[in-house]
């Protein structure tokens, strides 16, 4: 008896060696054991795997999708605003007025934003247990954090000589001829 329980331990060990060595078992390595004591685990991987949540997790996360919108705006404008600082750019006075019109209203919305932000964290809440509260934003920063992230163009594009004329390079060009 003693010599077949020996035989088995050593073929089990023979067997899970070669799949080590061959591979065999590397689709295993690092995924953990689903050990769930929960009888409707069924039915909550399901909805999980479908994307579907908690009705007040759901509304905690589409709370901050109206900065999502403005963030690609300020992303936009960034990248404007180092296109119009390099000398490629061949910015010209309107361009400078219109980037700063355009910041000033990005700058105007984020304001507004943050204050709808906050009326649905007020909003969430009031329904929501205290381990799901949210802190409401803080306007003031967010605003103040954009226009040191964003300033406006001014002296250092005016006194470039690329934007002495309210025309471009080429018109210049033919004027001065």
């Not at 994307?51 to 990248?79: C, N, Q, T, W, Y």
């Not at 019109?101 to 932000?117: G, H, I, W």
Request: hydrophobic share 40%; net charge neutral; charged share 35%.
């Amino acid at each position: 008896m003693r010599r077949r329980w020996q035989q088995v331990e050593d073929a089990t060990e023979r067997g899970m060696r070669e799949l080590e060595e061959t591979g065999g078992l590397r689709h295993m390595h690092g995924k953990p054991l689903e050990l769930n004591d929960d009888p409707d685990w069924l039915i909550a991987r399901v909805l999980k795997q479908a994307g579907f949540s908690h009705p007040l997790i759901e509304r905690r996360k589409e709370m901050l999708e109206p900065l999502d919108g403005v963030a690609s705006k300020l992303e936009r404008l960034l990248r404007r605003r180092a296109w119009l600082l390099r000398r490629e750019s061949r910015a010209r006075i309107e361009d400078v007025i219109v980037f700063n019109s355009d910041r000033d209203a990005l700058l105007r919305e984020y304001q507004a934003k943050t204050a709808e932000v906050n009326r649905a964290i007020r909003d969430f809440n009031l329904g929501a247990p205290e381990s799901l509260k949210e802190r409401a934003l803080n306007a003031q920063a967010i605003v103040d954090d954009v226009e040191e992230r964003l300033p406006a163009l001014g002296a250092e594009i005016v006194q470039d000589e690329r934007v002495s004329g309210a025309c471009s390079w080429w018109e210049r060009m033919f004027r001065s001829g």
